[in-house]
Structures are given as structure tokens and as C-alpha cells.
């Protein structure tokens, strides 16, 4: 089954240096999950400044600057995986250096038909 990681932090949590290190402690947990063929995905994202939001309200877009919602933890990354079950998911979660000053939410990704193959 795939389970996307979501990973929210402060984005205040680290400094420069400590989300270098993230970054790389990171990218050793996705070589260890290629190595065992249950890596999909990641990616950080830029800061919640850059985000855009659209809303299709009476046929229309309606588009904004920022997230939307305004919270103390923003959406900082992902990890997109294929694991036996949620206890192996929670396990990967676990791994990622953002669950020690953040929050990785795991959710199972819904397989709809028809959607193109990556």
C-alpha cells in the first residue's frame, strides 16, 4: 500500500545549518528505503510565503497568496512510500529527522482507476 508522509513544522524550528543536515539525513532514509524498494518520493517544499491557493467558487478561480490555513505548523515536505501496512509507515515516519521537532502525519493513498502510471 502507499502512504504519503506529510511533514509539518515551524518553519522557525531550524536554522540554515540544521535544515542542511535535515536534508541530508533525509536523503540517507530514502536510500535505505530505495534499497528495500519502498521509495517512491520526497521532496521539501519551498517556504509558506511562496504558496498559492485556488478555490473554484460559481465557475470561477479565486487565488491567494499563502496557504489555506493559517496554522503553527506549515507543510514542509513529503515522503511518498510503499509499505506492508501502517505499522511499517509509522516506522518510516519515524526515521525522518522532521518527527523530532515536528509532526509526519501519515495517510494511505486512495488507488483510483484510471489515473495515469508515474
Sequence with gaps: MKYLLLIYMDEQAMDEQEYQACYVESAGVAQQLAEKGQYLS???LHPVATATSV???EGRPNVTDGPFAETREQLGGYFLIDAPDL???IEVA?????AKKGTVEIRPVLEVPGLPEV
Design 87 to 89: 505499522n511499517e509507515a
Design 94 to 98: 519515524s526515521q525522518l529527522p522532521p
Design 55 to 57: 478555490q473554484v467558487r
Design 42 to 44: 520526497a521532496n521539501p
